[in-house]
T-cell receptor, first 114, second 113 residues
Framework: DQQVKQNSPSLSVQEGRISILNCDYT??????FLWYKKYPAEGPTFLIS?????DKNEDGRFTVFLNKSAKHLSLHIVPSQPGDSAVYFC?????????????FGKGTKLSVKP | NAGVMQNPRHLVRRRGQEARLRCSPM?????VYWYRQLPEEGLKFMVY????????ESGMPKERFSAEFPKEGPSILRIQQVVRGDSAAYFC???????????FGSGTRLTVV
């Protein structure tokens, strides 16, 4: 029973264009959402987060959008760069993200082509 | 200014042996979390510890797995009598008490032969 779903295993984008990574969740108790980026043989790196009281959070080239009614969030990367090529994980928490476990999706592998 | 340190990076064990994975949290972080990533899967929560306390072990298999975070020294994830299905990447994360404060280590890749 997957509570956090990333339905696209992979995504290929041209350098300079927008990358849009999607994530759906089923548990209405989730109130905090995070995106992590992971390179091979390394641990995940925190990228950006959003609380359920917001619908958008922006940090440089990265923007996360949250649609609570649709239980959907997305990560936008503009402009995409070759160094953004990695696996991106969506994660959710039911405790405001401060403590307790995170529920991760299976990840989307982003390839940004020069 | 070390991040979360995990060792060893790679660990090979024969079926039936014990595996010990170590995690030293970031300086100032008192919360430690262990996650497991099976091939082609996302990270799955295993256990959340504070010093000398297990706070949430709802993701730990009922048998053969145990974790501790002693007053002194690193957190240890221990797997007794390993089986092939235990082969995975095990990640440790630490945080202070702040949302989004997870910092992950580089993981330990356990291979059971």
């Amino acid at each position: 029973d997957q509570q956090v779903k990333q339905n696209s295993p992979s995504l290929s984008v041209q350098e300079g264009r927008i990358s849009i990574l999607n994530c759906d969740y089923t548990n209405s108790m989730f109130d905090y959402f995070l995106w992590y980026k992971k390179y091979p043989a390394e641990g995940p790196t925190f990228l950006i987060s959003i609380s359920s009281i917001k619908d958008k959070n922006e940090d440089g080239r990265f923007t996360v959008f949250l649609n609570k009614s649709a239980k959907h969030l997305s990560l936008h990367i503009v402009p995409s760069q070759p160094g953004d090529s990695a696996v991106y994980f969506c994660a959710a928490s039911a405790r405001g993200g401060s403590q307790g476990n995170l529920i991760f999706g299976k990840g989307t592998k982003l390839s940004v082509k020069p | 200014n070390a991040g979360v340190m995990q060792n060893p990076r790679h660990l090979v064990r024969r079926r039936g042996q014990e595996a010990r994975l170590r995690c030293s949290p970031m300086k100032g972080h008192s919360h430690v979390y262990w996650y497991r990533q099976l091939p082609e899967e996302g990270l799955k929560f295993m256990v959340y510890l504070q010093k000398e306390n297990i706070i949430d072990e709802s993701g730990m298999p009922k048998e053969r797995f145990s974790a501790e975070f002693p007053k002194e020294g690193p957190s240890i994830l221990r797997i007794q009598q390993v089986v092939r299905g235990d082969s995975a990447a095990y990640f440790c994360a630490s945080s202070p008490q702040a949302p989004g404060g997870y910092t992950f280590g580089s993981g330990t890749r356990l291979t059971v032969v």
